[in-house]
């Protein structure tokens, strides 16, 4: 499994007193490793043509009756989920556990896309939930294609 190039550009980061500034929250959050990592992907959706609000952070969800935070939920042009986007710290390696945890959080969320990033590197799977099968993505999906 190849990881999916993605240049980010940390000047578009907005960096404050050991804060970062989250333009879908509209707040100022504490600047740690994986929250860069999640500011970098913001931007990133952000110059790809994805607007804000078509962005959610920290979304709440229930998985197996247990509360869970999204890292990232990007939404199509109708406003239905689209893409889940799993951030680690750019020293946390992108184990198993990492994908297992993002799948569990799609068992509530049914995306088709799901992608997990520690900023080094990405991996991105499509989801077929109706077949119930999910093959490995050689780059970032586009917003226009189904």
Known sequence: MQPIAVTFNPDL???RDHQLWDPVRKQWVAHTPEEWVRQLWLQYWIGAGIPASRMQVEKGLHVHGQPRRTDVVVFDQAFQPWLLLECKAPTVQLKQ?????IARYNLT???????????????AAHIDHQAGTYHMLPALPSIGRP
Request: aromatic content about 18%; proline content about 4%.
């Open 109 to 123: 969320l049914q995306v088709p896309y799901l992608v997990v990033s520690n900023g080094h590197f990405t991996f």
């Open 97 to 101: 556990s990492v994908f297992d945890q």
């Open 13 to 15: 980061v907005k960096v």
